[in-house]
């Protein structure tokens, strides 16, 4: 991997053969639709599925942002939306990555059932950067709650997205780039 | 010796218009910090995160909005002159200040009233408050918006007086290195050495209100703070964990007498958003 930031343009919902081509430290602005939902949502929609019934949106190709923004002042689609820890999700990941789910987008590590079920399936793990959520707010250009109103914060919304900046950090042949970053950076500076 | 009257509503005011600062505007001591991390990296992408993240302070700052959604559990520490006699509740006074300011600007309520039934009390209170008396008749309130991303990564361990300084090093690095990504590198570290289970942490905590211009004033545990950040910027995570230098911005030590048999240490991680802020009233 090269110190070189190589920014690709990608639209959301994606099919499994452009996840399979994204690799792992590549820049990517995002536009298209995704869906929220963190913590409470996951557990959810993992009951739901497993009950066999439809889920509130379509799974099949979707990409998941890990978000609970703060609310939206007048005039905004939503407050500040910087992305939560996905290790939380990891529980529900595999399940959901098998019913269809091809990109989350987060911060911090996976659980190896996860990388798992992304190399089976083609499925991709981006990351936004954690804390910078004024800026990513400005890529969010449409939000709706489509689901799960109760749970505040962290019900469902569609979220429309224009450029929105992320980081493939673990790529569908399980490359991943908290590994590879750090690795790269010692041996450049021990060596 | 003359007692000063205290009226609270003073501090509910103040502590409402501290919230708004507090979870929009990243203080000095922490931008500078970036910068100079930005002046001394040498990784392109670690380069591109924290050009953003300075980015994205000042949209924060301009627009007054939360410069990261998890606007925290707010801590604080009420240092209390001997010759303060409040009229009316200073813990209300506390709480009904964060209500007013988290509602007014629109900031998340992140605050549930139980930690296993897990309701959301919808005004982000209460706010987990530490109280000091002090010399004199003045009331000073210190308050950090803790986000969870990093306190779920802080760690506290009862070590041997045997382990000494070495165990306690390799503790704080082992902490670090385990907090990775999920803690919005780069950190600022808070570190509490001595006293009890309980007083440990509460050090560590204090130290994360600490300035980064400020050293421990100790020479022997500032200059600890100091190797221990370089060897922390050692470790090669970097800012989001995808490698570089910064993987912290600052170290901060607080220490405290201790039991012969014991050596506690707490490591406190704040992410790079290490909101704090006080005011003397």
């Not at chain 2, 950040?229 to 911005?249: S, W």
Request: hydrophobic fraction near 40%.
């Amino acid at each position: 991997m090269s110190d070189q930031v190589e920014t690709i343009r990608l639209q959301a919902p994606f099919a499994e053969s452009e996840a399979r081509a994204l690799k792992s430290g590549q820049r990517i602005l995002l536009s298209g639709v995704i869906y929220s939902l963190r913590d409470a949502g996951h557990k959810r929609l993992v009951e739901l599925l497993k009950r066999g019934e439809e889920p509130p949106f379509p799974l099949d190709n979707a990409v998941l942002y890990y978000v609970g923004p703060s609310p939206a002042k007048a005039g905004r689609a939503l407050g500040s939306a910087g992305p939560t820890t996905s290790s939380r999700m990891d529980p529900y990941t595999p399940c959901l990555i098998r019913n269809g789910l091809r990109g989350m987008i987060g911060k911090g590590y996976r659980s190896d059932e996860v990388v798992a079920a992304m190399k089976e399936c083609g499925a991709v793990y981006f990351a936004a950067i954690g804390g910078a959520g004024a800026l990513i707010s400005r890529a969010i250009k449409e939000a709706e709650v489509i689901a799960w109103e109760d749970l505040g914060t962290e019900a469902l919304r569609r979220l429309t997205v224009e450029n929105m900046p992320v980081t493939v950090v673990i790529d569908t042949e399980g490359n991943n780039l908290y590994r590879d970053g750090p690795h790269i950076w010692l041996t450049r500076h021990h060596d | 010796m003359s007692v000063r009257e205290f009226d609270v509503a003073i501090l509910r005011d103040a502590v409402e218009e501290l919230c708004c600062k507090l979870a929009c505007v990243l203080p000095d001591d922490i931008r500078d910090a970036i910068e100079q991390a930005l002046e001394q990296e040498d990784s392109t992408v670690a380069r591109q995160v924290l050009e953003d993240l300075l980015l994205n302070c000042e949209i924060a700052a301009e627009e007054s909005v939360p410069m990261c959604q998890d606007t925290g559990m707010v801590v604080a520490f009420l240092d209390v002159g001997f010759d303060v006699s409040f009229l009316g509740d200073p813990y209300e006074a506390i709480n009904e200040g964060v209500r007013r300011g988290y509602k007014k600007h629109v900031l998340r309520m992140s605050v549930v009233s139980d930690p296993l039934r897990r309701v959301n009390t919808g005004d982000n209170t209460p706010v987990m408050v530490t109280t000091r008396l002090v010399p004199g008749d003045r009331v000073t309130i210190t308050m950090l918006c803790k986000g969870f991303g990093s306190e779920n990564m802080s760690r506290l361990a009862m070590l041997l007086p045997a382990d000494g300084e070495e165990g306690v090093r390799k503790f704080v690095i082992d902490t670090v290195a385990k907090a990775g990504p999920n803690a919005c590198p780069p950190f600022v570290i808070g570190i509490g050495i001595g006293g009890t289970f309980d007083q440990v942490a509460l050090a560590a905590k204090r130290a994360l209100a600490r300035p980064l211009t400020e050293s421990n004033v100790d020479p022997f545990y500032a200059a600890m703070e100091q190797s221990l950040l370089a060897e922390i910027n050692e470790l090669g995570i970097g800012p989001q964990g995808f490698g570089g230098r910064a993987t912290a911005l600052g170290v901060a030590i607080e220490v405290l007498p201790t039991h012969i048999a014991g050596l506690p240490v707490a490591v406190n991680i704040n992410c790079h958003a290490a909101r704090h802020i006080q005011e003397v009233l």
